[in-house]
């Protein structure tokens, strides 16, 4: 993943995208790209404006995957040493959309598709389909149907908002209805197997100034300020190396699992998107149990971007690069909607009343590794 080596950079800036940020996302953006530039020997300076940046030795931040080969090139992206997140050529591979293999016959097909791709991948996700228009969502609904319960998840939403579970045509219907279906054709819309008695767990890979550093751990979920459930942060155990480096820790069998889980779903990635470039790599990994009692795993979604764990990550980072020496550590991020008190230790990013979404709290917390992990 690595490429070639960039040169060094001055300056941290970041970068605004398709994606629409609340003001505490854009806060706490603003304080992971100062420990960035820290890492890097670097400053940070606000938001990029070409007018004002072009020709710098410029680090991007961008704000969600940067689409398209020509956007990297133009913003001198070529390496994963020139930014935090990841480069794909097409839409869908930013989103959900990658995971799970079109329906047979489908009358929709994105540009850039690979079936080469999930069959790499199929081991490593759950039961579902990826679909591009009204037609063929009603087909897959209607064929995850008949094994139960269906999850149908908007690709652009974030934090496990707007995903209807349908346990009938009508349901299903009704939820198709609510979609955006200019969006849909863009993006993609999943349709996958609902699971009960989920857990959540979250690996991953980064790599900032020379230093990698690979985690699993757990997400967790709360209650926003209208009631719905959302994430709520991420609880991270991070070594300092590649996945291999997990791999040697005494794990249970279900981490275990989730990391081999992502580390098959980001070779197949490698493999068959050979534009593919990210210094930032997430995975959510689902364990829970079908409608028809089975045990299921698999991989929901990829994040190669700065995401909600970016937090946890980036302060072992800087752990990391202050003690040469040290190998393991704990890190975690929260977010904490409604008033609240925070504990002793909490490195705050937010902390108000957001127009958005009301009254939330973001904080990290470090702890030792203490090997039971």
Known sequence: ????????????????????????ETVVQQVLAEKIASLLGAEFVGAYDPALHMGHALYYIPSDTLIGKQAGEQLNVRSVDDFFGGLIDYPFMATKAISH?????ATAKPAGWSERFFESAADAVLKGFSVFNVDDAKRAGSQLLKDGPVRVKPVLATAGRGQVVVASEREL??????????EVEQWGLVLEEDLQDVITYSVGQIQVAGIVVSYHGTQSLTEDNDGEIVYGGSSLWLVRGDYDELLKLE??????????????YEKAALACFPNFLASRRNYDIAHGTNARGQVR???????????????????????????????????????IYGPTTLPADAHVL???????V????????????????
């Open 358 to 373: 009301g009254l939330i709290s973001k904080f990290t917390q470090v702890q030792p590794y203490d090997g039971t992990q």
């Open 101 to 105: 293999p079109l329906l047979k016959g």
């Open 251 to 264: 794990l249970d069998d279900d981490v275990r699992r989730s990391v081999t889980q992502a580390m098959s």
């Open 350 to 356: 937010y902390e108000g009343d957001d127009p958005e």
């Open 1 to 24: 993943m690595s490429g070639s080596r960039s040169f060094a950079k001055s300056e941290v800036v970041l970068l605004a995208t398709h994606k629409k940020l609340a003001i505490h």
């Open 173 to 182: 219907d009704k939820a198709l209805a609510q979609q955006n279906m200019a």
């Open 297 to 335: 795993s698999g991989v929901l979604e990829q994040s190669w971007r700065i995401g909600g764990a970016s937090p946890a990550e980036v302060e072992a980072l800087m752990a990391f690069a202050a003690d040469p020496l040290l190998q393991r550590i704990g890190a975690s991020s929260h977010e």
